[in-house]
């Protein structure tokens, strides 16, 4: 995620030379100087120096560790932080740092890879105007963007944008493998089933109607689609296991801000 962001800043007109990364591995270190042309630190709280935003890109087991850290370097010049760690909430980095610390908390999720990424952001109240505008164009160099006005939420977008990505591949998966079983090449299974995903997802961005009227305006009464759709909703119950899955996702999204919420 934090190679996306990046590769989105730079490609959005960030200079690379505007941009510091730190990472403990040397040879990673030294491929990320080479492909983007940013300068690496030696360490954590040597890329803090004169950093005006710092985003915490790393997994929520090694978050908090890494906040206290760099704390003694961020209480000097107060740099906003950008956490992206899934299930850490903004108390928790609180209570490491100290209190009327600026900290924006972001979901975002995998497209941000190719720029199409689906990011909500919530700030506390120690994040200024300027400082909310800046975290927004960082996130947005990688796709869009949501401001939430409370945190809490942020489980339930963790279950589906976060995770998302995962179900729409599955989705993808299982389409594939059934017109292969039904006698398509793995190739045009492969190509039909991708761009009817893009297809449609670039058809709802576009359309004034809502998803479920464009799904009622493609099957026709006694037609192919509705034959399928028989299945999949009367006899799958596709909504209820969509509801279960995405429920589950939520709670282990809580889950993680217990497990690894604790320094
Ligand atoms: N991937 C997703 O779809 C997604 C979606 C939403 C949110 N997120 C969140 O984004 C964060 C990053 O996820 P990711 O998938 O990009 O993980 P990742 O590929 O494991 O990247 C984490 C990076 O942090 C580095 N790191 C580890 N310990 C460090 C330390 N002490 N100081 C500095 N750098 C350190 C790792 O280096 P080494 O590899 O050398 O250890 C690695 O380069 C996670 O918190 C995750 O919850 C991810």
Redesign the pocket.
Known sequence: ??CSLIGGLIADGHHPDAITG????SK?AANIAGEYGIQIASD?LQACEDAELIIL????Q??L??VNEIRPSILKTKPLLVS???GIQVQSIQKVIGNDYPIVRV????PALIQTGASALYANPDVNADQRTLAEEVMRAVGLTIWLEDESPIDTVTALS?SGPAYFFLVMECMQKAAIELGLSHQHARLLTLETAFGAAKMALESKSDVATLRQQVTSPGGTTEAALDVLIDQGQLESLFFDAMKKAKSRSEELAREFGKF
């Open positions: 995620m934090g730190s990472e403990p591995d990673k954590n890109a790393i997994k929520p090694n978050l560790g890494v992206i760690a899934a979901m975002p999720n995998t976060g």
